[in-house]
């Protein structure tokens, strides 16, 4: 199992953008969090197998139907042991 560091960047805060991974997140039995960054991004961390990371990677590419994301960049990281999925405050 990998860790993902992910950075959505785009109108992506103030459009339900947290909720919406959230819940695509748990769905997928994706753990780790969700938070709003101070330059309007949108950071992540998952963890889950690969075949439902990619899923909710596409689910982040899509976004809400009022966001607009412009740029994913994607990092595997060093493994990190995640509980659940959760919404953390903005950093």
């Not at 860790?3 to 953008?17: K, L, M, W």
């Not at 819940?23 to 690969?50: C, F, H, V, Y």
């Not at 439902?52 to 493994?79: F, H, R, W």
Request: glycine letters at 6%.
């Amino acid at each position: 199992m990998k860790t993902f560091h992910i950075i959505a960047e785009g109108r992506v805060q103030r459009v339900g953008f947290r909720y919406f991974v959230h819940n695509a997140a748990k769905s997928l039995q994706i753990r780790g969090w969700i938070r709003n960054r101070l330059d309007g991004a949108i950071e992540i961390m998952a963890q889950g197998n690969d075949e439902n990371v990619e899923k909710l990677i596409y689910q982040i590419k899509k976004g809400p139907s009022l966001a607009k994301v412009i740029a994913v960049t994607v990092n595997i990281i060093d493994y990190i042991e995640f509980k659940d999925f959760k919404i953390k405050e903005t950093e």
